[in-house]
């Protein structure tokens, strides 16, 4: 029988041969794309999901059509980069508009939800850690809107823009 320590030295030198195979790269046409509650469609791109040995962050793409949004959720903090489109995201009820290029920082545990407001469909990667937050019990998701098509009447009655 072992004793911890020894136990840990074992895990220590499985870990070294889990990151030593592990993928170091994906590839756009080998994404799986779903749909979610959130999502009308979203890809992991880097998450241990996909065989990829990270310390708890995981990055996704997703899309927007034209005339939908995402759910309204909260969770861990998240870095946002957008490649296409122009909408506007909703974080802690305030508006903040977005082209491509933006980058949004979203808090931990903010509510926040994307519209797309043009022509094109939104294109977005987003950067989380929640693999961390949900190894440390700080992991905390919480749905409280389903992606959809957008209503004329409630754009109309979103806030103004704020940055």
């Known amino acids: ?5 020894t136990d840990w030295l074992e895990q220590s030198k499985a870990n070294e041969k889990a990151v030593g195979e592990s993928p170091r790269f994906t590839r756009s046409k ?3 794309w779903v749909r979610t509650p959130q999502d009308f469609k979203a890809a992991l791109m880097i998450a241990p999901e996909l065989g990829f040995t990270t310390g708890g962050s995981c990055m996704m793409r997703s899309e927007i059509p034209v005339g939908w949004h995402t759910g309204k959720h909260l969770h861990g903090e998240e870095a946002i980069y957008v490649e296409s489109g122009d909408g506007f995201m909703i974080l802690d009820d305030k508006r903040y508009d977005f ?4 980058i949004i920082h979203v808090p931990y545990r903010s ?6 407001a043009g022509n094109v469909p939104v294109g977005y990667i987003s950067g989380l850690a929640w693999h961390l937050e949900a190894a440390v019990y700080m992991g905390k998701l919480e749905q409280l809107e389903l992606c959809g098509e957008n209503d004329p009447k409630a754009m109309a009655a979103m806030p103004k823009e704020e940055s």
């Open 1 to 5: 029988m072992s004793d911890f320590y």
């Open 30 to 32: 080998d994404l799986k």
């Open 99 to 102: 082209h491509p290029g933006t």
């Open 111 to 116: 509510t926040h939800q994307l519209f797309n």
